[in-house]
């Protein structure tokens, strides 16, 4: 994995080439960020483009907080549901989540916390939007247009007023009454779009216990992420 010295200090660093439209900086530890970039991007202009963005590298790495290596990791809880995690160094990169077995295969070619990140996110992503979506079709009294899981850094889930609906795709990390808490929140804020007495009456009738669901989330929720947002 190539490295750069900024501002004194040195970070690691992985481009990732995809069907995207602009470069997006991704800060992954302390010392390490990903870049991602449209395919045909020449090589000079993402240079370019770190060193343009290095202030800002340099500051959000500060920032980071301390979590642990992926690679370190014994074990995962998906929905209330803990699977031992187990590492094997292959040629392909993917990512086994065994219900049968009850344990989950990290196949990958590196350890490296960026490469980790970049493949723990992709197979999780889309573990985490397929959840969402089957959770949300026990309420089909709620309709939307679109369903997003991506990383919020200061919200567990938001609902747009054109009915949009985003989720952060750590919420898989928590305990499921949480999960679906952080659901209902956003499926009541299709009727309600406020925090009124009337949203909050209106949650409390599919979910008794959100008042303790909500402390809950606010002093431990993030704890549960295994990956900086």
Sequence with gaps: ???????????????????????????????????????????????NFIHQHRAWIVKSAAKFSDFPPLSSLSSLSLLGQ????LFSQSSKNNILISRLQKKIIVNTTSLSQTHLVSLFQKRFKLYAKKAVAKEIKTFPQ??????????????????????????????????????RHIILHELVHLKVKNHSKFFWQTLASYDPDWKANNLWLKKQGTNCYIIQP
Aim: hydrophobic share 35%; charged share 15%; aromatic share 14%.
């Design 1 to 47: 994995m190539p490295s750069l010295l900024l501002s004194g200090q040195t970070f690691s660093y992985q481009i990732n080439r995809k069907k995207i439209r602009s470069l997006r900086l991704s800060i992954t530890s302390k010392n390490s960020f990903s870049l991602s970039a449209p395919l045909l991007t020449p090589t000079l202009f993402i240079n």
């Design 142 to 179: 709620f309709s939307y247009k679109h369903l997003t899981v991506r990383n919020q850094k200061s919200r567990f889930g938001s609902c747009s007023s054109r009915a949009n609906l985003n989720f952060n795709w750590q919420i898989i990390f928590f305990p499921v009454d949480k999960f």
């Design 82 to 85: 803990t699977y031992p995690l």
